[in-house]
């Protein structure tokens, strides 16, 4: 859970990484800082990227965006399904987590040797397992042992007709590399790379995967998803210690809950179940593919009609609807466990699409965003009182209302009340003391500069323009927000600190040592 955490500290960062390295590669061009300072001088940039992306929408619905990179003969894509945790029944959170592993499973055609032998197993699993549940709750121990052994013996048989990893070892013996994917509370995306003449190959593969999924070795991925939220959440005590915090800041909104589920909600959980939330939300219309690198967008609307033409049109899918209600006071909750004590602190802010969200990532790059940042140097360096101490927007999500979190490991020797304070001054005098001109200019400078650093590639264009166009409408709104960076002023980050970084608006959490 912390290191999705952490991923996220640097999120305006990679914004701009990937909006730069886009017009690098094009054209050959390295703005300099200066340069990529510069509104007037950026835009001719700007104009020559457009004209390099293609978009089209198929008659179903479904929308492509094609980044033309003829510098190398690779193609990253990327599938954006717009449904993450927050989308979840109650009751069925994880499952959008779940159906991610098992989008890497197979059709019936991929990953089984004889798929109509196969399907038998595995219907009869899934009346077993609804069985068993039964049995359980009736508190019949001798019905539940005899139908856990038939179980084990129906999921054995099951097994011996799949061909383990069988769309992962088609993808690496056609040159294929990268292949992941990844849920977040707001989204889930499929992504990997292929050579330039295997452009049809992604296209039959990725149609075939979300045309006619199986969701074979169900109950196997439910073990592998439940040690994974022992190892993130259970047994993490930062982990848990977030996990408590989103509930406790959140009272309404499904962002309070965790994007990997509940141990009893993954527990639960039926194929039916995954079924079914997948035939609502990986619709056309809900889905967004984002191809860039060495491709002819002809060839790709031509070839997108054969393949992903094949879905039928359905409805879209509903959105959320829950609005958060205002905080009022503050809220703070404490929780023991043997580790190094952490101070959290986290504030309600507006989603992605606020006209003031770029005025938030700058806030949390003079907070936080390297070693020159006022955190680090007040905490880490003058006072070490803390080992580190960070801050980021976008928590757990953007495409709603979240929070801004900021977070701190205490030294040695120095207890959670002192870096909580010392946190909640630093983030306190941006209210009452206007930044420099000198050191907000340091910040666009240093964002700008790190990505001339780090640079990505093309995945990263991939996903950044996915990204956007399903939150926000538009792929174009990713020059809408890099002005808006360029353009917040003193006044704008004193302002919008003064409306944030309020008592009633803050949650705490306080995770001490045991001993403590």
């Given at each position: 859970?912390?290191?999705?955490?952490?991923?996220?500290?640097?999120?305006?960062?990679?914004?701009?990484?990937?909006?730069?390295?886009?017009?690098?590669?094009?054209?050959?061009?390295?703005?300099?800082?200066?340069?990529?300072?510069?509104?007037?001088?950026?835009?001719?940039?700007?104009?020559?990227?457009?004209?390099?992306?293609?978009?089209?929408?198929?008659?179903?619905?479904?929308?492509?965006?094609?980044?033309e990179n003829h510098e190398a003969p690779v193609i990253s894509f990327v599938t954006y399904a717009n449904v993450g945790g927050v989308d979840e029944p109650d009751g069925k959170t994880g499952v959008a987590h779940f159906l991610e592993h098992l989008a890497f499973k197979g059709t019936k055609s991929i990953g089984s040797n004889n798929y109509a032998l196969e399907k038998r197993f595995l219907d009869r699993l899934d009346q077993l397992f609804a069985e068993i549940k039964t049995a359980k709750a009736a508190g019949d121990e001798a019905k539940v042992a005899k139908l856990t052994k038939e179980f084990n013996q129906v999921k054995s048989q099951a097994n011996s007709f799949v061909k383990q990893n069988h769309y992962g070892q088609i993808v690496d013996t056609a040159g294929g590399v990268g292949l992941n994917a990844a849920t977040s509370a707001d989204y889930t995306s499929y992504f990997y790379s292929f050579p330039a003449n295997k452009l049809e190959l992604w296209m039959s593969l990725e149609s075939e995967r979300f045309l006619e999924p199986v969701f074979r070795q169900f109950y196997q991925e439910k073990q592998v998803i439940l040690e994974e939220r022992r190892l993130r959440t259970d047994n993490s005590p930062i982990g848990k210690t977030i996990e408590i915090l989103l509930d406790t800041a959140f009272t309404s909104h499904p962002y309070k809950r965790p994007t990997i589920?509940?141990?009893?909600?993954?527990?639960?959980?039926?194929?039916?179940?995954?079924?079914?939330?997948?035939?609502?939300y990986y619709t056309p219309y809900n889905l967004t593919i984002a191809i860039a690198g060495d491709v002819n967008p002809k060839q790709v609307k031509k070839l997108a009609k054969a393949y992903f033409g094949r879905f039928p049109k359905k409805p879209k899918p509903p959105e959320v609807?829950?609005?958060?209600?205002?905080?009022?006071?503050?809220?703070?909750?404490?929780v023991n466990l043997p580790t190094q004590p952490w101070y959290l602190e986290g504030y309600h802010i507006p989603a992605l699409t606020h006209p003031d969200y770029p005025v938030y990532e700058v806030i949390a790059d003079i907070l936080s965003n390297g070693r020159t940042s006022r955190l680090y140097q007040s905490l880490v360096e003058k006072q070490q009182i803390a080992l580190s101490a960070q801050g980021f927007s976008g928590f757990p999500g953007d495409k709603y209302p979240n929070l801004m979190l900021f977070y701190a490991l205490t030294a040695p020797g120095h207890n959670i009340e002192e870096v909580g304070t010392a946190l909640r001054e630093q983030i306190e005098l941006l209210t009452t003391q206007p930044v420099t001109k000198a050191e907000l200019n340091r910040v666009k400078t240093q964002i700008k500069a790190s990505l001339l650093k780090t640079l990505d590639s093309n995945p990263g264009m991939a996903r950044l323009l996915a990204e956007y166009e399903a939150k926000t409408g538009s792929w174009r709104n990713i020059f809408r927000d890099l002005e808006a960076i360029s353009a917040v002023t003193e006044?704008?980050?004193?302002?919008?600190?003064?409306?944030?970084?309020?008592?009633?608006?803050?949650?705490i959490a306080k995770l001490l040592s045991v001993n403590n």
């Amino acid at each position: 859970m912390f290191n999705v955490v952490k991923k996220n500290i640097s999120r305006i960062g990679q914004k701009l990484l990937v909006l730069l390295l886009i017009l690098a590669l094009i054209w050959g061009l390295t703005p300099n800082v200066a340069t990529a300072d510069s509104d007037t001088s950026i835009q001719p940039y700007l104009s020559r990227l457009s004209d390099r992306i293609t978009e089209f929408r198929l008659s179903n619905g479904m929308k492509f965006i094609v980044l033309e990179n003829h510098e190398a003969p690779v193609i990253s894509f990327v599938t954006y399904a717009n449904v993450g945790g927050v989308d979840e029944p109650d009751g069925k959170t994880g499952v959008a987590h779940f159906l991610e592993h098992l989008a890497f499973k197979g059709t019936k055609s991929i990953g089984s040797n004889n798929y109509a032998l196969e399907k038998r197993f595995l219907d009869r699993l899934d009346q077993l397992f609804a069985e068993i549940k039964t049995a359980k709750a009736a508190g019949d121990e001798a019905k539940v042992a005899k139908l856990t052994k038939e179980f084990n013996q129906v999921k054995s048989q099951a097994n011996s007709f799949v061909k383990q990893n069988h769309y992962g070892q088609i993808v690496d013996t056609a040159g294929g590399v990268g292949l992941n994917a990844a849920t977040s509370a707001d989204y889930t995306s499929y992504f990997y790379s292929f050579p330039a003449n295997k452009l049809e190959l992604w296209m039959s593969l990725e149609s075939e995967r979300f045309l006619e999924p199986v969701f074979r070795q169900f109950y196997q991925e439910k073990q592998v998803i439940l040690e994974e939220r022992r190892l993130r959440t259970d047994n993490s005590p930062i982990g848990k210690t977030i996990e408590i915090l989103l509930d406790t800041a959140f009272t309404s909104h499904p962002y309070k809950r965790p994007t990997i589920g509940y141990d009893e909600d993954i527990r639960n959980l039926t194929r039916d179940d995954v079924r079914q939330f997948f035939n609502i939300y990986y619709t056309p219309y809900n889905l967004t593919i984002a191809i860039a690198g060495d491709v002819n967008p002809k060839q790709v609307k031509k070839l997108a009609k054969a393949y992903f033409g094949r879905f039928p049109k359905k409805p879209k899918p509903p959105e959320v609807t829950t609005i958060e209600p205002t905080q009022t006071e503050t809220r703070e909750v404490t929780v023991n466990l043997p580790t190094q004590p952490w101070y959290l602190e986290g504030y309600h802010i507006p989603a992605l699409t606020h006209p003031d969200y770029p005025v938030y990532e700058v806030i949390a790059d003079i907070l936080s965003n390297g070693r020159t940042s006022r955190l680090y140097q007040s905490l880490v360096e003058k006072q070490q009182i803390a080992l580190s101490a960070q801050g980021f927007s976008g928590f757990p999500g953007d495409k709603y209302p979240n929070l801004m979190l900021f977070y701190a490991l205490t030294a040695p020797g120095h207890n959670i009340e002192e870096v909580g304070t010392a946190l909640r001054e630093q983030i306190e005098l941006l209210t009452t003391q206007p930044v420099t001109k000198a050191e907000l200019n340091r910040v666009k400078t240093q964002i700008k500069a790190s990505l001339l650093k780090t640079l990505d590639s093309n995945p990263g264009m991939a996903r950044l323009l996915a990204e956007y166009e399903a939150k926000t409408g538009s792929w174009r709104n990713i020059f809408r927000d890099l002005e808006a960076i360029s353009a917040v002023t003193e006044e704008d980050i004193q302002r919008v600190a003064q409306s944030t970084f309020i008592p009633e608006n803050r949650t705490i959490a306080k995770l001490l040592s045991v001993n403590n």
